[in-house]
Structures are given as structure tokens and as C-alpha cells.
């Protein structure tokens, strides 16, 4: 090879590199889509092979997992921002600040939820799939409709590669404790990894978001620090 297609090919490879890189960081952010798999409830490839292989390890024991919430895109996550936004601060008449304050207890800044990744589930029985407002804690304590299969999952989402991700450590900051929220952390690792590369900054499109005018640098900080990486230690 002489030097000018040495150069040429160098120059591809870059390119190529820059592409996959910004790909990635668009999977991420959840405006591409990984490769999904699923029907109407879609996960990342490896997230959900795994989950089929849990799912029939439960039903061998007499319990019916159901996912209620798999992969969530961008535009997804920007509707429910917005709309949360829009009824905290009408409706309650909540300041701006408080409003946001209110909605990252549970939700996420669009561009930044784990759910863009395709390997974060939430998990309900199928038993009583028929349940209103089935994301609550209550139901899955002890007397909850969800209490068995949480019991279940407990012993054994682990050995299929699904960790809890907002826990109930009492120290833990960031999101409220989610019993239902479990992650695959074979990949969700290697994608928080990737995530953590990326400048939170830049990545959030302020002008779609409602309230962003909010977002100071201390505010991305420390919403960095505890809602993105206050999480089950197994998961990081
Ligand atoms: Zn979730």
C-alpha cells in the first residue's frame, strides 16, 4: 500500500469509528433503536433471551411474569416528561423547580432513561395484568397482588442476569425505590459505561424539554451523580 491509500484507508477507519461511536450514543439516547426483539413489548437481543429463559423458569414454579414496560424510545420519554410537567405545574400550580424535583423521583430526563437501552424491564404478574396503576410499591409488599412474584424474583431474577436497579438501600439517592424496575446487567453495564462517556450537557435537548431552562450545571450534576449513577452497586 503507498502512502496515499494508507492515508485513505486510515481515514475510513476514522470514519467508521465516528459513525459506530455516534450510533451508539443515539441507541443510547434512545432516538435509534437497538437491534429489538419481542412483539408488541420489544428488548435489546441478549435482554430478551434471557428474560424467555427466566419467564419459563417461573412458570415451572407456578408464576406468570408479565412485562408491562421493556424498551422506551425518545420520543416516548419526552411525551411523558412534558405532560408530567405541564400537570405538576397546572394543575398542582407547583413552581417549576418543584415540578421537575417531583417528576425525576420516577421518571427521567428524555435522553438519559435506561429504558432507551432496551435491557430494563418492569415486571407485574400476569395473573392480575387486569390491575389499574399497577406500578406501585405497596403491591409488592407482603399482602400486594404482586408480593409472590416479587418473592420470586428476588431469589432468582439474579441467576438470569436481572439485578433490581433502583434498590431499597435507605441511603441510596436519586430514584425512589422501583421493585418492579430490574435491569440485564451483562449489557446495561456496557451500556452505562458508554452513557458515562458522553456529556449529559450536550446530550439533552433542552429546547424539546419542558422546564429545561432549569437544568443549570449543578442541577445536571447532581442529577448525574445520584439519579444516573446512584444505583444497585451489581449494576455499575
Ligand atoms: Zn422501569
Not at 55 to 68: Q, R, S, W, Y
Not at 74 to 98: A, D, G
Not at 129 to 158: A, H, R, T
Amino acid at each position: 500500500m503507498n502512502l496515499k491509500s494508507s492515508l485513505l484507508f486510515f481515514l475510513i477507519i476514522c470514519n467508521i469509528n465516528f459513525s459506530q461511536q455516534k450510533m451508539n450514543l443515539d441507541i443510547l439516547q434512545g432516538i435509534k433503536n437497538p437491534v429489538l426483539v419481542g412483539d408488541t413489548i420489544k428488548l435489546e437481543q441478549n435482554t430478551y433471551h434471557a428474560f424467555i429463559k427466566m419467564e419459563e423458569a417461573a412458570k415451572k414454579d407456578g408464576i406468570n411474569l408479565k412485562i408491562v414496560s421493556a424498551h422506551r424510545g425518545y420520543e416516548r420519554q419526552k411525551f411523558i416528561w412534558n405532560r408530567k410537567f405541564k400537570k405538576f405545574t397546572e394543575e398542582y400550580s407547583l413552581e417549576p423547580i418543584k415540578a421537575i424535583y417531583e417528576i425525576i423521583k420516577y421518571s427521567t430526563i428524555p435522553g438519559t432513561s435506561r429504558h432507551h437501552w432496551g435491557t430494563e424491564i418492569d415486571i407485574i404478574d400476569e395473573d392480575f395484568s387486569d390491575e389499574e396503576n399497577v406500578l406501585m410499591s405497596s403491591k409488592y409488599e407482603k399482602k400486594g397482588i404482586f408480593y409472590e412474584v416479587k418473592q420470586w424474583m428476588n431469589s432468582n431474577s439474579e441467576k438470569f442476569g436481572f439485578y433490581i436497579t433502583y434498590n431499597n438501600d435507605p441511603e441510596r439517592k436519586g430514584f425512589e425505590h422501583e421493585p418492579w424496575h430490574y435491569s440485564y446487567a451483562p449489557v446495561s453495564k456496557k451500556m452505562l459505561a458508554l452513557f458515562l462517556k458522553s456529556d449529559l450537557k450536550k446530550l439533552i435537548k433542552k429546547d424539546e424539554i419542558n422546564g429545561s431552562e432549569h437544568f443549570t450545571e449543578e442541577f445536571i450534576e447532581k442529577y448525574k451523580n445520584e439519579n444516573i449513577l446512584d444505583i444497585n452497586p451489581n449494576l455499575k
